[in-house]
Nanobody
Framework: QLQLVESGGGLVQSGGSLRLSCAAS????????IGWFRQAPGKEREGVSC????????KYADSVKGRFTISRDNAKNTVYLQMNSLKSEDTAVYYC??????????????????WGQGTQVTVSS
């Protein structure tokens, strides 16, 4: 069974950058589309970005377009989320998730079969 572990979260000032990593164990990521989701206190979990199984296509929430970039290195069994120009409203717990499909989607977290434990991102203004 696939296990996912996120890392790279932390405290950063507004305008700063962080790179999140999602590493897989017990299986390989190259069979899955991968999504990044986030959840702030009192809010629903929302899709941030996702990448297809091959890495040829990606999607972004409007709120992060132009600031975040998703990528994957299947040889390293890892997916990354580069986050630039961070804002206070980006503060949340960030989760990566895997979906056993070719393409990815952000609309419904329930589409995803496996989830990591999350990593906290806090942006101070």
């Amino acid at each position: 069974q696939l296990q996912l572990v996120e890392s790279g979260g932390g405290l950063v000032q507004s305008g700063g950058s962080l790179r999140l990593s999602c590493a897989a164990s017990r299986s390989t990521l190259d069979s899955y589309a991968i999504g990044w989701f986030r959840q702030a206190p009192g809010k629903e979990r929302e899709g941030v970005s996702c990448i297809s199984r091959s890495g040829s296509s990606a999607k972004y929430a409007d709120s992060v377009k132009g600031r975040f970039t998703i990528s994957r290195d299947n040889a390293k069994n890892t997916v990354y989320l580069q986050m630039n120009s961070l804002k206070s409203e980006d503060t949340a717990v960030y989760y990566c998730a895997a979906d056993y499909k070719l393409e990815c989607g952000l609309a419904k977290p329930a589409w995803y079969d496996y989830w990591g434990q999350g990593t906290q991102v806090t942006v101070s203004s």
